[in-house]
């Protein structure tokens, strides 16, 4: 079973739109949500984190949503540019160290 | 600062055969961990450390996979008689246990197993 659900498995925006990326998980008790961005040949990068306690979380160009009662949580990515092309991974931990990662989503941004 | 350090980054072998990787954390950080990603998936934790101490390993395929940090410091994640379901992705990663809580990886090593 997939406890942390992404969706669309890919995405394509253009220069300049807003990309949003959705996130879905089953654990009532993840508490921690880290965004990771991966580029091709290199590990994740943590991009942004929100906790339970937040429904709002925003750091440049990137906010994410979370919403406790839905198990739901986004990724808006403001002014999308051509460099913002990679693969993000949603996960969800309930003790920051077992984090479990959902499948991603590749987006592609068009100049 | 040096990031996370793994080697090697390829690794081609047949089935049957064995083979290490390597992981170099970043210097201080106190929990190190292993991932297998297999080709478009999200990283899947194998097994994590704090200090020289194994806290989980209950993802590690037992009979084939295994994985030490006698120090601390470095660790080497081995499999035995590799078997072609293994072609992934294996990262290491690490985290300062009294910081954020971010985990930071490395480059990972590409296993393909024909």
């Known amino acids: 079973q997939q406890q942390v659900r992404q969706s669309p498995q890919s995405l394509t925006v253009w220069e300049g739109e807003t990309a949003i990326l959705n996130c879905s998980y089953e654990?009532?008790?993840?508490?921690?949500f880290p965004w990771y961005q991966q580029f091709p040949g290199e590990g994740p990068a943590l991009l942004i984190s929100?906790?339970?306690?937040?429904n709002k979380k925003e750091d440049g160009r990137f906010t994410i949503f979370f919403n406790k009662r839905e198990k739901k949580l986004s990724l808006h990515i403001a002014d999308s540019q051509p460099g913002d092309s990679a693969t993000y991974f949603c996960?969800?931990?309930?003790?920051?160290?077992?984090?479990?990662f959902g499948k991603g989503t590749h987006l592609h941004v068009l100049p | 600062e040096a990031g996370v350090t793994q080697s090697p980054r390829y690794a081609v072998l047949q089935e049957g055969q064995a083979v290490s990787f390597w992981c170099d954390p970043i210097?201080?950080?106190?929990?190190l961990y292993w991932y297998q990603q297999p080709r478009d998936q999200g990283p899947q934790l194998l097994v994590y450390?704090?200090?020289?101490?194994?806290?989980?390993n209950s993802q590690l395929p037992s009979d084939r996979f295994s994985a030490v940090r006698p120090k601390g410091t470095n660790s080497t994640l081995k499999i035995q008689s590799a078997k072609q379901g293994d072609t992934a992705t294996y990262l290491c990663a690490s985290s300062f246990l009294g910081s954020s809580y971010e985990q930071y990886f490395g480059p990972g090593t590409r296993l393909t197993v024909l």
């Open positions: 210097s201080g950080h106190d929990t």
């Open positions: 929100i906790l339970s306690v937040s």
């Open positions: 996960a969800a931990s309930d003790d920051a160290y077992k984090v479990i």
């Open positions: 450390f704090r200090d020289e101490a194994v806290i989980d």
């Open positions: 654990n009532s008790a993840f508490d921690y």
